[in-house]
């Protein structure tokens, strides 16, 4: 069975960073970029960031640029999230997908293209 697994996630105070981890199960996704999203209670699932299959380009919402970076370890397939200066809005879960179709060389933003999912992991964040 192959599945996302999405890690890092808990209860964090304003102005704490914190890092998701995202590693699949049951195969690599080597020639595929992979992303993250996150929805909040009554809202619509918003793109996060996203790396291509072979790292070299990386996309991240332009809400969220200057706070947010995304990483990839290409050997696992895993990808990485740091959130920095953690803001009341940045509650939310936060899932990581992988590209409905192989070597695509940008990143797409709709989560229409996106064909595997994780659980996701829940950030929480106190003021």
């Known amino acids: 069975q192959v599945y996302l697994k999405e890690s890092g996630g808990g209860l964090v105070q304003t102005g704490d960073s914190l890092r998701l981890s995202c590693a699949p199960s049951?195969?690599?996704?080597?020639?595929?970029?992979m992303a993250w999203f996150r929805q909040a209670p009554g809202k619509e699932r918003e793109f996060v960031g996203g790396v291509v299959w072979n790292g070299k380009q990386t996309k991240i919402a332009d809400s969220k640029k200057g706070r947010f970076a995304i990483s990839r370890d290409i050997a696992k397939s895993t990808i990485y999230l740091e959130i920095n200066s953690l803001k009341s809005e940045d509650a939310a879960i936060y899932l990581c997908?992988?590209?409905?179709?192989?070597?695509?060389?940008?990143?797409?933003?709709?989560?229409?293209?996106?064909?595997?999912w994780g659980q996701g992991t829940q950030v929480t964040v106190s003021s």
């Open positions: 997908a992988v590209d409905g179709q192989a070597l695509r060389d940008a990143v797409s933003t709709s989560p229409r293209l996106y064909s595997i």
């Open positions: 049951g195969r690599t996704f080597t020639y595929y970029a």
